[in-house]
């Protein structure tokens, strides 16, 4: 059984649906759920819950910047050239304008942040299998 099963109900905010609109930049299965759809907000807000194991890929924001709030699980996050951080709930990251970097899932754990992010992404190559099961 995966660790922290409790978060794939949602811990703060509802999971969401499938994420299949941002799939072909993650590397297993994850959940989107937004919480700010207001035109006069420039920024997106949302809920994202990843499985055991599921990554997004390397990218980027342009012209902005991206906070994550973990709410749950066990999760890294890692910029280029600098090691990976273990996450859990209570973390908070800041990701300044670009920066390469990538989040997600331990391979044992569900995890889920809020993703509070200005600026368009510019996605990446996928974190390599190798590297990525490395990480302890």
């Not at 509802?14 to 759809?37: R, T």
């Not at 035109?39 to 499985?51: I, L, Q, R, Y």
Request: net charge negative.
């Amino acid at each position: 059984m995966a660790k922290h099963e409790e978060v794939k109900n949602g811990i703060i905010f509802p999971v969401g649906e499938k994420n299949e609109a941002y799939a072909q930049f993650f590397v297993g299965q994850s959940y989107l759920k937004g919480l700010v759809a207001d035109p006069k907000v420039s920024v997106g807000v949302g809920n994202v819950t990843f499985e055991p194991g599921c990554r997004n890929n390397w990218h980027i924001h342009r012209d902005g910047f991206q906070i994550l709030l973990v709410t749950g699980g066990e999760g890294w996050y890692q910029e280029d050239g600098k090691p990976a951080q273990f996450l859990k709930a209570g973390d908070v990251i800041v990701t300044h304008d670009g920066v390469k970097h990538w989040h997600g899932a331990t391979q044992e754990s569900w995890f889920e942040h809020i993703a509070i992010t200005a600026g368009k992404p510019e996605w990446l190559e996928p974190v390599a299998d190798e590297e990525y099961n490395k990480l302890k």
